[in-house]
Nanobody
Framework: QVQLVESGGGSVQTGGSLRLSCAAS????????MGWYRQAPGKQRELVAA???????NYADSVKGRFTISRDNAKNTVYLQMNNLKPEDSAVYYC???????????WGQGTQVTVSS
């Protein structure tokens, strides 16, 4: 079983920045993909960004150029640096982990990001 603990959410104004962190523990596996999804009220959960153990990344078009995903494999931790935040980025952000992109074996508890105009 894998546990994910997220931190770093909060409230900012338009144009502000936040950094999310997610630490994984348990039966992680040597090669995996960790990432961030988000879900706004009344909307489906959507991919924000993901990164493999080897450093391959995948971003939603809506965040390219503003968000950067990175990871520290020694700490089993993934980060999401979010710059130039917009009100439409407001959502609960969930960390996930799986053997590859698009496959999830565990979710974090979620952290709220609120961007005010």
């Amino acid at each position: 079983q894998v546990q994910l603990v997220e931190s770093g959410g909060g409230s900012v104004q338009t144009g502000g920045s936040l950094r999310l962190s997610c630490a994984a523990s348990g039966n992680i596996g040597r090669n995996n993909a960790m990432g961030w999804y988000r879900q706004a009220p009344g909307k489906q959960r959507e991919l924000v960004a993901a990164i493999t153990t080897g450093g391959n990344t995948n971003y939603a078009d809506s965040v390219k150029g503003r968000f950067t995903i990175s990871r520290d494999n020694a700490k089993n931790t993934v980060y999401l640096q979010m710059n130039n935040l917009k009100p439409e980025d407001s959502a609960v952000y969930y960390c996930n982990i799986g053997p590859r992109f698009g496959v999830t074996i565990s979710w974090g508890q979620g952290t709220q990001v609120t961007v005010s105009s």
